[in-house]
């Protein structure tokens, strides 16, 4: 499952479910009783969880099998992924509704990042249970550093957009597997889509009917979530195949399905080559947690569950570790397989460690029945989960708020004229990219007093009412300083109290908790500029890490003058007007 719309939309609505889940809760026993609560709650196994791990086999199986085959893959490579990264998930993570298995977008990177790797016949299995095992290290080295909050570092407009580049990538390589046309090529969705109009004349129609029927179907049984509908269409299209026999009718089927006991071989590589698939692991395993810490919180939120970034760090990194060992594919906890565990009625870990179980029993025993499957059910169990992904709704309601729907467009363009991997570096790089626009070239607020109280200043492009103090110029800059942009925004405040005529300045840092060398320096040498020009600088809401620093760096007196308010600034600023110089006419 793509980091997509709905999965954001999740965490958003799941925030104030959660809160208001928890405020009902801490009215009646207290926050410390809801934290106990909710993690008695994650450990403890009811007979709900074996009927919810269950359903959520019955769903892993088919999405595994039609996501090996987008990374290009055996199945059983997918379901190698359930069975280990599930079980060491189930003992080292804590959500209870989490689901481990392979996801969408991983496939697809994985698939990019193979293709852009010159191997050897025969080394691309290999080279993909390294890129596996390095995902599982990574999550591990972030973990030992904290990193868990990197989790939001790539913002929302972008993975909207991303979410549906990878979507439509997705679905259109789907199609000819839908449709029954082979010798399509997948380089690119130009490719996929040319090929498949060269081609349409060599549809099947045995594979047409078999996918849009498994199609109609899957929509259909949307509108009743309780039910497993995906499993219902498998067991059908089981069936299907087998009395209809539709391998004779033209129609591909999943083929045989065989665990076999991992054998871990490393790859004769040069160190440049080891280095590459360090950097191709890297937005893998970005990728990953995005979508599981989405999935993760969710679903956390909307039930109250206390919940570590950190730990999930850990926890993903031993599942994917444990999946490198079994031979398997990326692993992470998709939003399809989380929030079906949660509508099946899980209570406890102990779900996910049914269905795992529940996969593997399967795969032993149940491969004749999985070899079965025809190719165009699965293809229709992807597309059918991607749908909600397609939506253009987030992006629209970016350009009705208009906000970054520029950032969210181009990320989108980027993974479908850039590829799935290309696209993703990209759109990370949009998110920086945006993070130090923002940043680097912060907005100064003038501020004028509103109220009869003359306590509160606001911004008086904000504010007609506001009023000015004459003779002194209040400002702020809307962002913290630091070394990008502190020059930048004291050079503006600079310019405006000259415009203004302003006696004496007052500066308001309430957006910078702490201060860094350069910004100090800065600070330094605009108070400077400005009292050798006559105008004296009262630094206002400043904060206590800011102070403290200010008084060790050579500006002791001007934090210690520095006050808690503007309206105590100003105060200070009345006292100061009538020995600081008037503007000479």
Not at 39 to 51: C, T
Not at 89 to 113: E, K, N
Not at 406 to 430: D, R
Not at 564 to 575: L, P, Q
């Amino acid at each position: 499952m793509p980091v997509a719309d709905e999965q954001v939309a999740a965490v958003v609505q799941g925030r104030h479910v959660g809160i208001a889940h928890l405020q009902s809760t801490q009215i009646a026993a207290g926050s410390g009783a809801v934290l106990l609560t909710a993690r008695k709650a994650a450990m403890q196994p009811s007979p709900r969880d074996i009927v919810a791990g269950l359903a959520v086999a019955g769903l892993i199986i088919p999405e595994g099998v039609a996501y090996a085959g987008i990374a290009g893959f055996d199945p059983a490579r997918a379901l190698a992924t359930g069975i280990a990264g599930g079980l060491a998930y189930a003992l080292i993570g804590r959500s209870r509704f989490a689901v481990i298995a392979p996801t969408s977008s991983s496939a697809a990177i994985l698939a990019a990042a193979l293709g852009s790797l010159p191997a050897e016949a025969g080394m691309r299995d290999a080279l993909a249970t390294m890129l596996v095992a390095i995902g599982g290290l990574v999550f591990l080295t972030a973990a030992a550093f904290r990193l868990g909050s990197l989790s939001a570092f790539v913002s929302r407009p972008v993975l909207h957009g991303f979410a549906l580049g990878l979507a439509l990538t997705i679905v259109v390589r789907q199609l000819p597997k839908l449709l029954g046309v082979t010798g399509v090529s997948s380089a690119t969705i130009a490719a996929t889509l040319g090929g498949l109009a060269a081609r349409a004349g060599s549809a099947n129609a045995a594979s047409v009917v078999t996918g849009m029927a498994a199609l109609a179907l899957l929509f259909l049984l949307k509108r009743w979530p309780r039910l497993p509908g995906t499993l219902i269409v498998l067991l059908l299209g089981i069936a299907a195949s087998a009395l209809l026999d539709l391998p004779a009718h033209g129609v591909a089927v999943a083929g045989q399905i065989l665990l076999k006991m991992p054998r871990l071989t490393l790859p004769a590589l040069s160190p440049a080559d080891w280095a590459r698939l360090g950097q191709l692991a890297v937005p893998i395993t970005l990728i990953l947690f995005a979508e599981s810490w989405g999935t993760v919180r969710g679903l956390a939120l909307r039930h109250g569950d206390a919940i570590s970034s950190d730990r999930e760090l850990v926890a993903l990194g031993a599942a994917n570790l444990c999946s490198a060992l079994a031979h398997g594919m990326p692993a992470g906890a998709g939003f399809s397989a989380g929030s079906a565990c949660e509508a099946a009625g899980a209570q406890s870990r102990a779900a996910a460690l049914t269905a795992a179980l529940a996969v593997l029993l399967l795969a032993l025993f149940a491969g004749g029945l999985i070899a079965r499957i025809p190719e165009p059910v699965l293809a229709a169990i992807v597309i059918a989960a991607l749908a909600h992904a397609l939506s253009p709704q987030p992006i629209v309601q970016l350009f009705r708020i208009d906000r970054d729907q520029w950032i969210a467009l181009a990320a989108t363009g980027g993974v479908l004229l850039l590829g799935v991997l290309n696209g993703m570096l990209a759109a990370v790089v949009l998110s920086v990219a945006a993070l130090l626009r923002t940043y680097a070239r912060p907005r100064v607020s003038t501020l004028g007093c509103i109220g009869d109280d003359a306590h509160d200043y606001v911004d008086i492009d904000r504010h007609a009412e506001a009023q000015r103090d004459p003779g002194i110029g209040i400002y702020r800059p809307n962002a913290p300083l630091f070394f990008a942009n502190a020059e930048a925004a004291l050079g503006e405040v600079a310019r405006r109290a000259a415009a203004d005529g302003a006696r004496v300045v007052v500066l308001s840092l309430e957006q910078s908790s702490d201060l860094d060398s350069t910004s100090l320096e800065a600070i330094g040498e605009f108070a400077a500029v400005q009292a050798r020009s006559g105008r004296p600088v009262v630094f206002a809401r400043l904060h206590d890490a800011a102070r403290s620093v200010m008084a060790v760096s050579g500006l002791a007196e001007d934090a210690g003058e520095g006050t808690f308010s503007v309206a105590d600034a100003v105060d200070r600023a009345r006292a100061v007007l009538p020995l600081a110089p008037a503007k000479s006419s």
